[in-house]
């Protein structure tokens, strides 16, 4: 389970990398700056200068660039918004009187290699008599092992297996509506968890 420590240790972690990208640009910057300085300030005048001021030139710029690419890598690494790992949207429907306060709600993504925990996006009543809990997720890791597991306090637990092949294509449209694969709960009642307990869920 993804506890507060955790979540303050990657929370540093990523700071951490965002301080570091940032010394080695504004290091790697004022390298090339003073090197450049020096190098304009020599008077050539043969094409073999003419070239060497090109090429350095095009040196400097393809060193800014990688710079601010490795800034712009760590900034949306530590706020979550990394484009390059798919992430899972959800909606879950179950009876009203199960969810009373979303911050009371605690959803996790468990694989074979992490948990992530989840974002908690609204919640919406319905006209069944149930009510919609929205929400998303990232996949971090390669793998099809992946479990969503709901964690109401007080009322149970409740694990929805995610069908999604381990390097899942993203998709427009929800999915159908799955059952829960595992509920532990007390107050589940005597309403079949078929009829009360769906996910559906797509990749974004």
């Given at each position: 389970?993804?506890?507060?420590?955790?979540?303050?240790?990657?929370?540093?972690?990523?700071?951490?990398?965002?301080?570091?990208?940032?010394?080695?640009?504004?290091?790697?910057?004022?390298?090339?700056?003073?090197?450049?300085t020096?190098?304009?300030?020599?008077?050539?005048?043969?094409?073999?200068?003419?070239?060497?001021?090109?090429?350095?030139?095009?040196?400097?710029?393809?060193?800014?660039a990688?710079?601010?690419?490795?800034?712009?890598?760590?900034?949306?690494?530590?706020?979550?918004?990394?484009?390059?790992?798919?992430?899972?949207?959800?909606?879950?429907?179950?009876?009203?009187?199960?969810?009373?306060?979303?911050?009371?709600?605690?959803?996790?993504?468990?694989?074979?290699?992490?948990?992530?925990?989840?974002?908690?996006?609204?919640?919406?009543?319905?006209?069944?008599?149930?009510?919609?809990?929205?929400?998303?997720?990232?996949?971090?890791?390669?793998?099809?092992?992946?479990?969503?597991?709901?964690?109401?306090?007080?009322?149970g637990?409740?694990?929805?297996?995610?069908?999604?092949?381990?390097?899942?294509h993203?998709?427009?449209?929800?999915?159908?509506?799955?059952?829960?694969?595992?509920?532990?709960?007390?107050?589940?009642?005597?309403?079949?968890?078929?009829?009360a307990?769906?996910?559906?869920?797509?990749?974004?």
């Amino acid at each position: 389970m993804t506890t507060l420590s955790s979540l303050w240790t990657e929370s540093a972690d990523g700071r951490l990398g965002i301080l570091m990208s940032a010394l080695s640009g504004i290091a790697m910057a004022l390298a090339v700056g003073l090197a450049m300085t020096v190098y304009f300030r020599l008077s050539y005048r043969t094409w073999r200068d003419v070239a060497r001021h090109g090429f350095a030139t095009l040196a400097a710029i393809v060193l800014f660039a990688f710079a601010a690419y490795d800034m712009r890598h760590a900034a949306l690494a530590y706020l979550g918004l990394n484009p390059s790992k798919p992430a899972v949207e959800f909606e879950i429907r179950m009876p009203r009187e199960m969810l009373t306060a979303t911050t009371d709600t605690q959803i996790e993504l468990h694989t074979d290699r992490n948990q992530t925990l989840a974002l908690v996006e609204g919640v919406r009543d319905l006209s069944d008599g149930r009510t919609m809990l929205r929400g998303a997720v990232a996949l971090n890791h390669r793998t099809a092992d992946r479990v969503l597991v709901v964690n109401l306090p007080g009322k149970g637990i409740f694990e929805f297996r995610l069908r999604l092949p381990a390097e899942p294509h993203r998709s427009e449209q929800f999915g159908p509506w799955h059952l829960a694969d595992r509920i532990a709960s007390p107050l589940a009642g005597p309403v079949a968890p078929q009829d009360a307990y769906t996910i559906r869920y797509r990749v974004l």
